[in-house]
């Protein structure tokens, strides 16, 4: 369903970089017209779950950004939000993220040039890194091998972190439907499984499928209404 | 907001302190600190000077005699006999003065950048105290020495004294620690600067209070370069000597150190009706200042009670310790349930940051709704 | 870069802690009473005073900032010939070592990436 479009989604604080200048009334960015912002009060109130939700939905790329480390307008929420991203606390990024994918900038409100000179060189490094892997829900992994992903990721997809585990399977919420999905050992590392960094839960086996039941036509369904 | 422009004078020096000294050390970054750092100084060398001072004021002979012992032999003593005493004097003569000036800073930098108000009224309010107090504990600190200088500060101040109404002559009593300057006074400034510098530790408590983790101690690199500010400063300005206090005599000259006898300086140009009216006048309004700027309030955040799992995530990562762990409901699967207060919510989001469960959010920025909107850039087609 | 200058800067704050040491013997002489043993010692091999050129800087610096100096009582008129000097002149070196400390830690702490984050890879 969706492609490769390069999408890059910044998730950024009210007080960072004043970007209100740049940006068309779409919230894209007008130098570069595929870099979207979403605004947030505090950048600790960043969910990992958020990036990861970007990178499934087939982002490209997300950039992060707070104010200046040591001068959060709220205290501690940039670093709060670098120590997840960073994995030194929890909630953190799943390993399926591709971590080349994500930067973090700390920047004050008057650094607008900087902002956009690291935008731009992110965007160059992700069009370097080649496209993303789209999601390809309840199909078995044949999808092409369009990136070449380090050896090191191949035993992503086989090795959920614990944690997720315990994560209620009661959740309602069908957009949390993609955390959902445990990772049994039955997603064994496949070889052609291995490609997809940022889709692994949905090129699945067929079995998982069966297992989560109505997961896969949430994820549909919350597609169509995206 | 009146106090942008400000902030953006603010922000512009601070990006170039960070260029100089990287976000790592940039001291603007560890303002409120500062002032506690210098206080730290103010007790290690406060504590040494104590060792040598004698509170009483006797001098039955109007010059130094070698027998004649009191407050001003002994600061006398410290001064010129004990090796190293002048420049802890200077030291901490210096370390008030710059304490003063960073709290000063201090207050400056918050109110710049608008953080004073609401959640953070509290600090705000204590804050006003503090000053107030530091200013007091830094002028007894100049009657302690008991030269001319004293002298004139400590009549002056009772003359202040008996131009307030009613409780006037009590204050002025319980100034003098009785009806006139005697041995007692003197024990009495000695009793108030350290009695009220401790007292300086709870109302910092109290500062303190609403913050999880506060940055109390700056960093070593800023640690050095303010005590050898002070050390500079005591080698190149060195203290005057002066006159013991004679009360028979009226000097009418002194030296005014502006950081904390600005209020006497005052004195001198106003009638005393008016001094005590502007210092509470002040006062009021400093206090009043988070008021005169109204914004939305702030919507605290709100548990969904049937997801938490009583992780306490949130409660460990809220910068404002606005969130509390209670034991859970009966019938819950879990031991502990997060429960918000919402006085102290700054609407910040970094609960909602650390859930992995969904189950705290604001209300007025639903993180599901966020994702949405995030999920739907990702997949628009260019 | 930075990295490099890690150990001549190590080098020049080693040398000036021991600069500053060396000026500790003066400082501490006023405290020696003359009949003490330790005083009679130090006196054999130690000049009375600090280099003349290091005294004549103090002495510039001084007369240079002497509209700041408050001047009030004859101490300070009179700094470098009062018994109090040499306590002021080790506060002054002092004070420089902690300076040379500070932008020595300054520049072996400081990151590159300060104000970017970029999360490793591995996992």
């Given at each position: 369903m969706a492609d490769t479009n390069g999408k890059v989604v910044t998730l950024i604080c009210e007080r960072a970089v004043d970007l209100d200048q740049h940006l068309d009334e779409q919230g894209r960015l007008k130098d570069e017209p595929n870099v979207s912002v979403v605004k947030f009060p505090c950048s600790g109130m960043i969910q990992p779950l958020m990036i990861e939700a970007a990178m499934k939905a087939g982002a490209s790329g997300v950039i992060v950004c707070g104010c200046q480390l040591g001068d959060c307008y709220y205290r501690e929420g940039n670093k709060m939000i670098r120590e997840r991203l960073l994995g030194q606390r929890p909630p953190g990024l799943k390993k399926t993220v591709d971590r080349r994918r994500v930067i973090a900038l700390w920047l004050a409100r008057p650094q607008i040039a900087r902002f956009l000179a690291e935008t731009k060189e992110f965007v160059g490094v992700l069009k370097e890194l080649g496209p993303v892997e789209a999601p390809q829900p309840a199909k078995p992994a044949t999808a092409p091998a369009a990136a070449k992903p380090p050896a090191a990721e191949k035993t992503e997809p086989g090795k959920e972190p614990p944690a997720q585990k315990a994560e209620p399977a009661k959740a309602p919420a069908a957009e949390k439907a993609e955390k959902k999905e445990p990772a049994p050992a039955e997603a064994t590392p496949k070889p052609e499984a291995a490609k997809d960094k940022g889709a692994s839960k949905e090129a699945t086996s067929p079995s998982e499928v069966k297992q989560t039941g109505s997961s896969p036509d949430t994820q549909t369904e919350s597609k169509q209404e995206s | 907001m009146y106090t942008e422009p400000l902030n953006k004078i603010t922000l512009k020096l601070e990006q170039y302190t960070n260029a100089i000294a990287t976000s790592k050390y940039n001291p603007f970054y560890y303002h409120g600190a500062l002032p506690q750092f210098y206080l730290w100084v103010l007790f290690l060398s406060g504590l040494l000077l104590f060792a040598y001072y004698i509170p009483t004021v006797d001098n039955a002979y109007a010059s130094e005699s070698p027998n004649l012992i009191n407050a001003f032999t002994s600061v006398s003593y410290i001064t010129n006999t004990i090796p190293f005493g002048v420049v802890i004097r200077a030291l901490h003569r210096y370390a008030g003065d710059a304490m003063v000036?960073?709290?000063?800073?201090?207050?400056?930098?918050?109110?710049?950048?608008?953080?004073?108000?609401?959640?953070?009224?509290?600090?705000?309010?204590?804050?006003?105290?503090?000053?107030?107090?530091?200013?007091?504990?830094?002028?007894?600190?100049?009657?302690?020495?008991?030269?001319?200088?004293?002298?004139?500060?400590?009549?002056?101040?009772?003359?202040?004294?008996?131009?307030?109404?009613?409780?006037?002559?009590?204050?002025?009593?319980?100034?003098?620690?009785?009806?006139?300057?005697?041995?007692?006074?003197?024990?009495?400034?000695?009793?108030?600067?350290?009695?009220?510098?401790?007292?300086?530790?709870?109302?910092?408590?109290?500062?303190?209070?609403?913050?999880?983790?506060?940055?109390?101690?700056?960093?070593?690199?800023?640690?050095?370069?303010?005590?050898?500010?002070?050390?500079?400063?005591?080698?190149?300005?060195?203290?005057?000597?002066?006159?013991?206090?004679?009360?028979?005599?009226?000097?009418?000259?002194?030296?005014?150190?502006?950081?904390?006898?600005?209020?006497?300086?005052?004195?001198?140009?106003?009638?005393?009706?008016?001094?005590?009216?502007?210092?509470?006048?002040?006062?009021?309004?400093?206090?009043?200042?988070?008021?005169?700027?109204?914004?939305?309030?702030?919507?605290?955040?709100?548990?969904?009670?049937?997801?938490?799992?009583?992780?306490?995530?949130?409660?460990?990562?809220?910068?404002?310790?606005?969130?509390?762990?209670?034991?859970?409901?009966?019938?819950?699967?879990?031991?502990?349930?997060?429960?918000?207060?919402?006085?102290?919510?700054?609407?910040?989001?970094?609960?909602?940051?650390?859930?992995?469960?969904?189950?705290?959010?604001?209300?007025?920025?639903?993180?599901?709704?966020?994702t949405d909107k995030i999920k739907a850039i990702a997949q628009l087609q260019t | 870069m930075i990295k490099q200058l890690a150990t001549p800067l190590i080098l020049v704050f080693a040398l000036v802690c021991l600069g500053t040491t060396f000026f500790l013997p003066w400082a501490e002489r006023g405290t020696l009473t003359p009949n003490s043993k330790e005083s009679s010692d130090i006196r054999t091999w130690m000049p009375s005073s600090p280099p003349e050129s290091l005294a004549g800087l103090f002495t510039d610096v001084q007369n240079t900032l002497t509209g700041v100096v408050a001047t009030v009582g004859e101490e300070s008129k009179d700094a470098q010939k009062s018994e109090n000097f040499k306590f002021y002149c080790y506060a002054f070196f002092l004070s420089l070592a902690m300076v040379a400390a500070a932008i020595g830690i300054n520049i072996i702490g400081r990151e590159e990436s300060e104000e970017k984050t970029i999360l490793p890879l591995k996992k």
């Open positions: - | 000036l960073t709290i000063i800073l201090h207050m400056l930098r918050v109110w710049f950048t608008d953080r004073y108000r609401q959640y953070r009224i509290v600090q705000w309010l204590s804050g006003v105290a503090l000053l107030a107090l530091v200013l007091f504990i830094g002028q007894t600190g100049y009657y302690l020495i008991w030269d001319e200088r004293s002298l004139v500060l400590t009549r002056m101040t009772c003359t202040a004294f008996d131009a307030i109404p009613l409780i006037g002559q009590s204050l002025k009593w319980w100034f003098l620690n009785g009806t006139e300057i005697t041995n007692y006074t003197l024990a009495n400034f000695l009793f108030i600067h350290i009695g009220l510098s401790f007292s300086l530790l709870f109302g910092l408590w109290i500062h303190y209070v609403r913050m999880q983790r506060p940055v109390v101690t700056p960093p070593p690199v800023i640690n050095y370069i303010l005590v050898a500010i002070l050390l500079l400063v005591v080698a190149l300005v060195p203290l005057e000597s002066s006159k013991m206090a004679d009360l028979t005599q009226q000097p009418t000259e002194f030296d005014v150190d502006w950081f904390f006898l600005w209020p006497y300086w005052m004195m001198t140009v106003m009638p005393l009706g008016a001094y005590w009216l502007t210092l509470l006048v002040g006062t009021v309004v400093l206090c009043c200042l988070p008021y005169f700027v109204r914004t939305k309030e702030v919507e605290a955040a709100e548990v969904v009670i049937n997801k938490c799992t009583g992780c306490s995530l949130c409660a460990k990562d809220c910068p404002y310790a606005a969130i509390e762990m209670v034991p859970a409901p009966a019938g819950s699967r879990f031991k502990l349930l997060a429960t918000v207060k919402p006085y102290r919510c700054s609407g910040c989001g970094v609960c909602v940051g650390a859930c992995a469960f969904d189950a705290i959010d604001l209300p007025d920025l639903l993180d599901s709704d966020v | -």
